[in-house]
């Protein structure tokens, strides 16, 4: 006789069956995506484990769409729901005749369990909108995976499913898209989905993307990115990602704050996230994408990511009162990026940082003269400016000032932490200021962006790198070296490296003195000079710039040297030297 048991376990529970769908009681306030175990005192014939035998019925008594699998110990079968279950409701889970076990046993009675899921954290008293962008559609197929998957489909698909749990939880919802067919033009594509989310009144707004790298079929993972100004789409950003990690098993790219490039998250007046959920690129995850499983998990976990975040808006009716214009000097020749931000009066006097698109991208620094940039912020009617001073840049042929950039430790900007919390600002500070005690021993002139722990200033990433850069700038400095150090998930990865300004002759000159100091004085795994044009330092200091990763701090060894006073000092005097060779002393 096959028999059936029933007990809890920490993240799936078993039902017991001992007569004919015996009422077992109600197991309440089970999680949306809870997957039940049943056990039996023996293993079963996985060609008997069926949906017609074991199923989840609401309480119309219609069929929930689950998954079932086998156990490993093949005594045990795991129902898990496809998508998720909705908050407040009733359901059975019901196992038939039939199951049978190796030895062709019959199951000695049917069961059945009554459970009903959480409430909703959804207050109807004040309901809030949430706006789900599918990305791309209509003759923009977006990324396409190597079997022909387009991205457009999978976009939308997770977009419907994500919004039907979340209206299923009493949220209100609007769509970008909620088919192929839409009425722009892929070159004017974000503003039309702007006006839906603002006209709608959005309080968050999700869009939703798969990644690609056409170069690199390795890459893999999902992703979500927000805004740096934005505290509540970091923490929504956050609540989806952890559950796409978890519900997908994707490898975790972490959060990650918007780049230029990622305008659909500045258009839209609410708190704006955007999920990348796997690339498209791999051929594997590129497959995965397009299943129905994949996209159901994804659904889910974004659906609850959104519900889980919602009591952390704020209802308050805050309205922008001005804007004041943005005054930027930079030097004739510079490289410099337009902010993806401005700070914004509001109606209480406080002040907020809010995003802004730009009508130009451009910046043209190649001659002198005062020039406006005009943007626009979303739920601001007024113009929005910035004036953009470009002068003579100064001679620093017999400039003696260096800049030493201890990274990281400026408000938001904290740097990674490594072993046994070895946190990165602190390495990079204790590093600078030896530097700069060396090149004053020997009569240079140092500035520094930091000589102490700034993590309680509040300032953006953006605006702690703009400082550094006009620290320098302001200094006239003749070189910029900023200190990094580096890690990664993988503890194998070793070695000191540095990057410069490709383009620049006096900073690969610069890079590759430090570099080589390093290696000898230190004897750190030599990781090469790399590109670093990309960095906002190099690109937004007037001097010749470099930023050198001394090592990394989830390596064993590297840390063990990076957490000593005597290796600092070592790492120090390398820099130092490398400084002082290119400044001839």
Not at 312 to 317: A, G, V, W, Y
Not at 414 to 424: K, N, P, V, Y
Not at 503 to 532: C, F, H, M, P, W
Request: charged share 20%; hydrophobic share 35%; glycine share 8%.
């Amino acid at each position: 006789m096959l028999l059936l048991i029933f007990s809890f376990f920490i993240k799936a529970n078993v039902v017991h069956a001992d007569g004919v769908y015996n009422d077992k009681g109600t197991k309440t306030n089970i999680e949306l995506d809870k997957s039940w175990t049943i056990r039996f005192n023996q293993k079963l014939d996985k060609n008997t484990i069926d949906s017609s035998l074991i199923m989840v019925t609401d309480e119309s008594g219609q069929q929930i769409p689950v998954d079932l699998k086998l156990g490993s110990d093949e005594s045990s079968i795991i129902v898990s729901p496809k998508g998720q279950y909705t908050y407040g409701k009733n359901y059975d889970l019901v196992i038939k005749d039939g199951i049978k076990g190796i030895n062709k046993s019959n199951l000695a009675k049917p069961a059945k369990m009554k459970f009903s899921t959480k409430s909703s954290t959804v207050n109807n008293d004040q309901k809030l909108t949430v706006c789900i962008d599918a990305g791309h559609g209509g003759n923009d197929s977006g990324n396409v995976s190597v079997s022909g998957i387009k991205e457009k489909d999978v976009d939308l698909s997770v977009a419907l499913k994500v919004g039907k749990i979340l209206q299923d939880n009493g949220v209100n919802v609007i769509y970008t898209r909620q088919s192929d067919s839409i009425t722009w033009s892929k070159d004017n594509d974000l503003k039309p989905r702007f006006d839906i989310a603002n006209n709608g009144k959005a309080d968050f707004f999700v869009s939703i993307h798969c990644n690609s790298v056409p170069n690199n079929s390795s890459a893999n993972g999902v992703e979500t990115y927000y805004n740096d100004s934005d505290a509540i789409g970091q923490k929504l950003a956050q609540a989806i990602q952890d559950g796409l990690v978890k519900d997908t098993g994707l490898t975790n790219r972490g959060i990650k704050v918007g780049l230029a490039q990622h305008e659909i998250l500045r258009g839209a007046s609410g708190n704006a996230v955007m999920v990348q959920l796997g690339f498209m690129s791999n051929q594997q995850e590129g497959d995965l994408l397009g299943t129905s499983d994949f996209q159901n998990k994804s659904a889910s976990a974004i659906a609850n990511g959104i519900i889980k975040s919602l009591s952390l808006k704020n209802q308050s009716n805050l309205k922008i009162s001005s804007i004041a214009d943005t005054p930027v000097s930079v030097a004739v020749g510079s490289n410099y990026t337009l902010p993806l931000a401005v700070t914004a009066t509001m109606s209480d006097g406080s002040t907020k940082k809010v995003n802004v698109i730009w009508d130009s991208k451009d910046v043209d620094t190649s001659k002198e003269g005062t020039f406006t940039y005009k943007g626009t912020v979303a739920g601001y009617s007024g113009s929005v400016s910035l004036i953009l001073t470009v002068f003579s840049k100064p001679d620093t042929s017999d400039n003696n000032v260096v800049c030493i950039d201890p990274g990281h430790g400026i408000g938001k900007d904290t740097g990674a932490t490594g072993i046994s919390g070895l946190q990165e600002d602190d390495v990079t500070l204790s590093v600078g200021l030896k530097v700069g005690k060396i090149l004053e021993d020997r009569g240079v002139k140092v500035v520094y962006t930091r000589t102490e722990d700034q993590r309680s200033v509040p300032m953006s990433v953006t605006e702690s790198l703009q400082k550094r850069c006009d620290i320098s700038n302001n200094a006239n400095a003749k070189y910029f070296v900023s200190i990094h150090c580096n890690s990664f998930e993988v503890d194998s990865a070793n070695g000191t490296e540095t990057l410069r300004n490709e383009s620049n002759s006096e900073s690969e000159r610069l890079a590759t003195a430090i570099q080589k100091n390093i290696i000898s004085g230190v004897g750190t795994y030599n990781r090469g000079l790399k590109d670093g044009n990309w960095l906002y330092v190099v690109k937004n200091t007037n001097s010749p710039a470099v930023l050198t990763e001394l090592g990394f701090l989830t390596n064993p060894n590297d840390a063990e040297k990076l957490a000593s006073d005597s290796y600092r000092q070592k790492y120090a005097e390398a820099i130092a030297n490398g400084i002082l060779e290119c400044l001839g002393k």
